[in-house]
């Protein structure tokens, strides 16, 4: 199942947005606003390339699919990024603590100059297999997706609209 996810941040540039997107302090304060536990496993950075891998391990619902799923264990994932400065595009995939043979998120990242502002576009793929379920699951995987992304354009948004 494919998704497509963009978002215009006005009166930013590309570099500006990169340096945002890359900046420890902001991506830490988005984990507390997310509800999402998140240790920095690797951050690499060249003239051209960033490299970061971050565990997320989220906060859920006692009553959501995923918690009757998962029961009491704790679920989570690695987020892996390779992300090209020159080109501006990056490389995505995420690895399940559980089933990570049996569900493949992957994508890319865009930062684009936009009339307004700077684009993200955020292309991913996901794929499940699981007799019976998979499309289901693929389904709530990409809805989860969709949240995360439209939950952190709002924290962006406040982020950059805050009195310095």
Same mark, same amino acid.
């Given at each position: 199942?494919?998704?497509? !996810?963009?978002?215009? *941040?006005?009166?930013?540039?590309?570099?500006?947005?990169?340096?945002? *997107?890359?900046?420890?302090? *902001?991506?830490?304060?988005?984990?507390?606003?997310?509800?999402?536990?998140?240790?920095?496993?690797?951050?690499?950075?060249?003239?051209?390339?960033?490299? &970061?891998? !971050?565990?997320?391990?989220?906060?859920?619902?006692?009553?959501?699919?995923?918690?009757?799923?998962?029961?009491?264990?704790?679920?989570?994932?690695?987020?892996?990024?390779?992300?090209?400065?020159?080109?501006?595009?990056?490389?995505?995939?995420?690895? =399940?603590?559980?089933?990570?043979?049996?569900?493949?998120?992957?994508?890319?990242?865009?930062?684009?100059?936009?009339?307004?502002?700077? &684009?993200?576009?955020?292309?991913?793929?996901?794929?499940?297999?699981? @007799?019976? @379920?998979?499309?289901?699951?693929?389904?709530? !995987?990409?809805?989860? !997706?969709?949240?995360?992304? %439209?939950?952190?354009?709002? @924290?962006? %948004?406040?982020?950059?609209? &805050? =009195?310095?």
């Amino acid at each position: 199942m494919k998704v497509v !996810i963009e978002h215009v *941040f006005a009166d930013l540039t590309c570099a500006a947005y990169e340096e945002l *997107f890359f900046d420890e302090a *902001f991506n830490a304060a988005l984990g507390r606003a997310l509800h999402l536990g998140r240790k920095l496993l690797l951050l690499e950075r060249t003239p051209d390339r960033i490299t &970061r891998h !971050i565990c997320y391990e989220p906060v859920r619902d006692p009553d959501s699919p995923a918690n009757h799923v998962f029961g009491t264990s704790r679920a989570s994932f690695v987020e892996e990024l390779d992300y090209d400065r020159p080109a501006r595009r990056g490389a995505w995939r995420t690895i =399940p603590n559980r089933f990570a043979d049996r569900v493949k998120n992957r994508g890319t990242l865009e930062i684009a100059d936009d009339p307004a502002g700077v &684009r993200r576009i955020v292309r991913g793929e996901v794929d499940v297999k699981l @007799f019976g @379920f998979g499309r289901m699951i693929e389904r709530m !995987i990409v809805a989860e !997706i969709e949240k995360s992304y %439209a939950a952190t354009a709002a @924290f962006t %948004a406040a982020w950059l609209a &805050r =009195p310095r």
